[in-house]
C-alpha cells in the first residue's frame, strides 16, 4: 500500500514570497490533515479536512494560509506571503475518517526555510 | 490551554537495556493518548495507543502506562536496539491531537 505523497521535500523561499505544498492522501483516506512542525517541537494541527470539506481550521493563520481539497482526494497548502517564522516541516497525514479511533498516516513532510 | 510535555529533551540508552521515555500532560479532560516515533527525515509513526479506561497496555517490545491522578504517560520500549533511535512523542487528545515536543532518544552499540 502507497503511503501519503508530499511534494516538494524541500523549499526555500525568501519572506513575503508565496509557497505551495502538494499532499497526496493514502487511497480510500476520507480524511486528510495538514500539520506545522517548526523544529525542536511537536506537530501542530492547521487544518483537517473530511473528504472536501473543513473539520477544524482554527489554528490555520488564515491571513496568509489557505488550503483546499477540492475533489477530496489531493490537497493544496499555501503560504503568501511567507514570514521568517513560518520555517517549519509541513506535514500531511491522512486516516480512513475522521474519529481518533482511525489511526493517522503520515507523509515525510516538506521542510520550509524562509530566509 | 490544551499542551503536553515531555521531562526529558534527551535520552541514551545502550543496546539492549530498557528505556522510558516519560510525558505530562495537562487536559485532564484529554481521554485517548498515543505515542509517536519519528526518524530523521519522516514523518510521525503511530507506536501504541492508550484509552484513559485503561492504565496499561503492551506491545510488541513496548509498554505504555497511564496515569490519571498525576496527568503522567510513559513508554517503555524492552531490550533497546539501535533502530529505535529517533525522537518520541506522545501525543493527547480530548477533540484534536496536540503532541508534545519530543524527547530524542539515541541508542548506543
Known amino acids: 500500500e502507497a503511503g501519503v505523497a508530499q511534494s516538494p521535500r524541500y523549499k526555500i523561499i525568501e519572506k513575503r514570497q508565496s509557497v505551495a505544498f502538494w499532499c497526496n492522501p493514502i487511497s480510500g483516506h476520507a480524511t486528510l490533515y495538514w500539520y506545522q512542525q517548526i523544529l525542536g517541537q511537536g506537530p501542530k494541527l492547521l487544518i483537517q479536512f473530511q473528504n472536501n470539506g473543513v473539520v477544524d481550521d482554527s489554528q490555520l493563520p488564515k491571513d496568509r494560509f489557505s488550503a483546499e481539497r477540492l475533489k477530496g482526494v489531493d490537497s493544496t497548502l499555501k503560504i503568501q506571503p511567507a514570514k521568517l517564522e513560518d520555517s517549519a516541516v509541513y506535514l500531511c497525514a491522512s486516516s480512513l475518517g475522521g474519529g481518533l479511533k482511525y489511526e493517522q498516516y503520515f507523509g515525510p513532510g516538506t521542510r520550509l526555510t524562509v530566509t | 490551554g490544551e499542551s503536553v510535555g515531555l521531562h526529558l529533551p534527551t535520552l541514551s540508552v545502550q543496546e539492549g537495556d530498557n528505556s522510558i521515555i516519560n510525558c505530562a500532560y495537562s487536559?485532564?479532560?484529554?481521554?485517548?493518548f498515543i505515542w509517536y516515533k519519528q526518524e530523521s527525515g519522516k514523518g510521525p509513526q503511530f507506536i501504541i495507543d492508550?484509552?484513559?479506561?485503561?492504565d496499561k497496555r503492551q506491545g510488541q517490545r513496548v509498554t505504555v502506562l497511564l496515569n490519571k491522578t498525576v496527568k503522567h504517560l510513559s513508554l517503555q520500549i524492552a531490550a533497546t536496539q539501535p533502530g529505535d533511535s529517533a525522537v518520541y512523542f506522545c501525543?493527547?487528545?480530548?477533540?484534536?491531537?496536540?503532541f508534545g515536543k519530543g524527547t530524542k532518544l539515541t541508542v548506543n552499540p
Open positions: 487536559n485532564s479532560a484529554s481521554d485517548y
Open positions: 492508550i484509552r484513559s479506561n485503561m
Open positions: 501525543a493527547e487528545s480530548a477533540e484534536k491531537l496536540v
